[in-house]
Each structure stands twice: as C-alpha cells, then as structure tokens.
C-alpha cells in the first residue's frame, strides 16, 4: 500500500484499509497504523485476509499540516468476483 500527500494535506499521519464481504454485508478493518515520519510518501506491506467469492477492499488516510489540523481522503472501493 502506497500513501502520497503534500505540503497542502500534510504528513502522513494514518493509514487504514478495509475489506468488504458483499455476500455477509461486512466490512473488516484489515490495517491501521499511524506514523510520525517526516516523509510526504509511505509505503507499507499489508497481509490480506482469506478473501470471499465477492469482495472489496477501500482505504482511508488523514495527513496532518503543519498547523496540527488533519485532512482525511478515502478511496472509493475496489470490487473484485473471483
């Protein structure tokens, strides 16, 4: 996994990623970590779950500025059919 930001949106400060099982209508926290690195770019190895027929899996990230606020973006789900 792979979070890019810049100096508008601030460092890195959290990262986590979900998985979506459509045939039980759950979604499971997969990753989560938080960072305090100085880099606008962090890249992270994830394990991934034994994964249903039909499934997706999404991201969310908050960057901090330099003012201490945060910024929050997510992506839109990824869908997959096995």
């Not at 890019?4 to 039980?24: A, H, K, T, W």
């Not at 039909?54 to 990230?61: F, I, P, S, V």
């Amino acid at each position: 996994t792979l979070l890019i930001s810049n100096y508008e949106f601030g460092l890195p400060y959290c990262m986590r990623v979900y998985y979506g099982d459509v045939m039980q209508r759950k979604e499971i926290k997969i990753f989560s970590k938080y960072f305090n690195d100085k880099n606008f770019s962090i890249s992270e190895k994830i394990t991934m779950p034994n994964m249903a027929s039909k499934g997706y899996l999404r991201a969310e990230a908050e960057c901090k500025k330099e003012d201490g606020s945060l910024t929050f973006s997510a992506t839109s789900p990824c869908y997959f059919y096995k």
